[in-house]
């Protein structure tokens, strides 16, 4: 299937997890792509396994928590790729050396550098590529937020805050450029999988899950890819919960 035949995809935090199954599945689907992370290894093992789908893949070493990266970035890849049709927004959750804490006892300076990530990263890299998208009259974006945005979570306040402000964002901007083609939405993840997590904590968050069960990370990326797919096309301006029904508890044991 070569649903994004043509297509160019911007796919930031790419190098595992929920970018690199986003990227696959773009691959998969016949995208070139301009990949990003700031683990050089993962990255280009990455994108040489996707080159193995006879699609155009660059690579893009840096911290999206740099303007002048971001700024860097989108020109680079429109260079190498003569511009991007396909935003995957992904990159967030906590910069390096930067603890997470209960809202009171936390070092404002940490909160505020946790919502940048979960934030303005990708409002900025949304702010650079939407004017080409708005004149091409052709654009699919998608930004990752998180359970932990309509839910809350403890000792995770200025991640959750910076989650739900993209929300905001993706409503109010896709009323703007929806009507010049452009399609922009948030999902909502919930349970994939993470490297970081206890099998305790796991286990617990596959026990909410309506299914009994961690969500698998191909499981994300195909949704994701879905959303930018013109097989969304009315799709726009929405939180996508992608977490087997977490944000619906269930109320009975
Ligand atoms: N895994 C979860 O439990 C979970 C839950 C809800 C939402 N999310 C969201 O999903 C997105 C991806 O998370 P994941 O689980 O795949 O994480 P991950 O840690 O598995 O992968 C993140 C990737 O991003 C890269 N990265 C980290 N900082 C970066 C930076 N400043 N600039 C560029 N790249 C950077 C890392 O090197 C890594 O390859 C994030 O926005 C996260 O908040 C994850």
Redesign the pocket.
Known sequence: MSRFAGKVALV??A?????AATATELAKGGAALAL????AD?LEDLAAGLRGHGVKVTTHLG???EEDFIRAFVDDATTAHGRIDLLAN????G?PMTPWAEFAQSDFAHFRAIFE??FFTQAQLLHALLPGMVERRYGKVVC?S??SAVLGQESGSAYASGKLALHALVSSVSKEVARHGVNINAVI??N?P??SRTPDRQAYLDRLSHFDRVGRLEEFGKAIAFLLSDDASYISGAAVPIDGGLIAPRLNE
Do not use: Q
């Open positions: 930031t935090g190098g595992r997890g929920i970018g990003n992370d700031v683990d993962r911290s999206v928590m992904n990159a967030g959750g910069p990530m979960n990752v998180s359970i993840l919930g994939p993470h490297p």
